[in-house]
Structures are given as C-alpha cells and as structure tokens.
C-alpha cells in the first residue's frame, strides 16, 4: 500500500433508521476531494487498511461499516430480527444520509468485493452522485457468481468443499446451501453453522484448505456476524442488485471508473470484470497475476492506490 494507515478526525453513528444506527469515520485531509470506502462481504466492515489507500493530503475518506457489522449497532450476531431491514436498498439509502450528513456533492467510491456490487447499485440509483469508481475482486451478485462460489470452485478445493457440504447435507446447488446455511445460522446451532461456513470462505480467500485464519476470522461474533449477513444478502440475491446494475448501466457507463482483479481470483471469476469492461468503455480493467481478492491485500492494495492516485487530479 502506498501510504501508512492515519486515524480518522471523525467519527459517529448515523441517526437510527429501522432499528438501525450506521457506524462512520472520516480521515485524511478535512478540506480534500471527498472518497467513500464499501467494504466487502457483506459483513466484513471497514478496516484501518482501507485508510491506507489514499493520500491523506489529497482525499476527504469517509469509511461506513454497513448495517449488521463492524462498529454499527445492532449487529448480526446478536440481533437476528434486525435482519428484516437489512437490505441492498437499505444500505444504498445509508449511503445517502452519510453523504448528506457529511456534506458532500459527489465522491469517488471504492468498492471491494461485495462493494463492488453495492458501489455499481449505489451509481445506478445515484449517478449524479459519483465522481468515479474504484473496483477491486469485481462482482456483481449474478447467480452465475453464487453458482461458482459456492459450487463449481469446490472442484479446485474437494477437501474444503467437502467439509462445507457437509454442513448442508442433501443441498445439491448453490442456492440450497446457501438458504439451508441460512436457515442454521438462525437456529440453536447457529455458531458451528458460522464457524464451517467460514472456514469454506476463508479456504476459497487463500486458495489453501489448509491455511491458518487471519485474525479476524478467530473471532466467534465475526464469524457469526458475516455468515448471517452473507447468507442474508445471497439467498436473496442481494435482492435483484445485478439486475439493477444491467438495468441502470446507461446510468453508470458515462462515469470514469478503473477495475482491478487477479487472473486467478478463486472468489470471483475474472468473467464478471471482462463482460464489465465490454459495456463499460471509459473504465479501465488492470489484470493482476496470482490471486489475490482483497482491495487492502498484497499486489492488489498497490493497484488500487495507484487506481485511486490517478483520480486525484481529474475535475471535480
């Protein structure tokens, strides 16, 4: 990453919306060009390397962890009836109040991973609002994506796969095991359906059945907080997110915007980037080696900075 991580001058809860109250923060420059982070998952929430991507002299960041995670209240773990408003909608109308709150026009969204998804609806419903887009580990929620996640990888891993079926036993698709997870995760068993859930999740990040859990994914409230969320969001499809990015891309084509993504990106394939780019012609596509997924992660957090730097000189 191209710049050391800074703590944020501000920092609050949203008014409660629906039950509801939207963690923030904002760092770097208090008079910059205003940025927004959209961490992935969902679940995930908003880390200090997020900061790290931007110059702190040029941009105004202004970080959300969105409903359900992170600092935000209640979160997923501990209030299961909070899921009700917890949809893609709900987030983009979040997003809405911070800029409002915040006191800013138009802003460069960085999207990671799901954020990528929730950044494109959020330009969809909003183009007036965005002054650009970043994207790194492209998705956008199309069924083909789940099928490929939570399905069709479990070749290139049999042994994680192996485990994560077991804990859907007799669920023989993506969208079986992504609603028989779902409905686990809200009975008395809830925590041992997070825990296999997420060592799945983990083994697709790092490509390796094997492999020791960041720190983050030890946690038990973390891992219950994003498997509820992810489950949540992708039973539903994120309710019809993709559509309304193929449905409002006449919207989001005019905007400039550059995507990164790893050629063997196991948690998204590079398909979703590639068919992007073709209806997207003002955006850029930089291609990474390896396989890489995180924005902050690696090769990646350097691309997206360099993204990002290329944006701080264009017209506001």
Known sequence: ?????????????????????????VCGNPLGRP?????????SGCT???RALFDPGVWRV?????RGCGRSVPRACDALDALAA?????LIGDIERLRAHLGV?????????????????????????VEALVLAGVTTTRAS???????????????????????????????????????RLQGPNAQAAADAWCAWEEAVIVADPRATPSVRWRDPAF?????????????????????????????????????????????????????????????????????VHGATDGGMGAAVAHAIEGFAGSPA
């Open 223 to 291: 891992r219950l907080t994003f498997a509820r969320l992810v489950t949540h969001y992708f039973r539903h499809r994120a309710w019809g997110a993709a559509d309304a990015i193929r449905a409002g891309f006449d919207r989001i084509a005019p905007l400039p915007g550059t995507m990164i993504h790893s050629r063997l990106d196991l948690c998204a394939p590079l398909e979703t980037a590639w068919l992007l780019k073709r209806a997207w012609p003002g955006a850029g596509l930089r291609i990474l080696d390896g396989g």
């Open 105 to 129: 026009t138009r802003w460069l969204v960085l999207g990671g991973s799901w954020g990528c998804t929730l950044a494109l609806a959020y330009a969809a419903a909003h183009p007036d609002r």
């Open 48 to 50: 200090p390397a997020h």
């Open 62 to 66: 202004a970080l959300m962890d969105q």
């Open 35 to 43: 940025a927004l982070v959209l961490h992935g998952g969902p679940g």
């Open 1 to 25: 990453m191209a710049h050391p991580p800074i703590l944020p001058h501000a920092t609050g809860h949203l008014p409660e919306a629906e039950g509801h109250r939207v963690y923030w923060e």
């Open 145 to 183: 994506e789940l099928d490929w996640l939570y399905g069709h990888v479990g070749a290139l891993l049999p042994e994680a796969f192996a485990a994560f079926r077991a804990g859907a036993p007799g669920a023989d698709t993506a969208p079986a095991r992504i609603a028989a997870y779902g409905d």
């Open 86 to 90: 917890n949809t893609t909608a709900h």
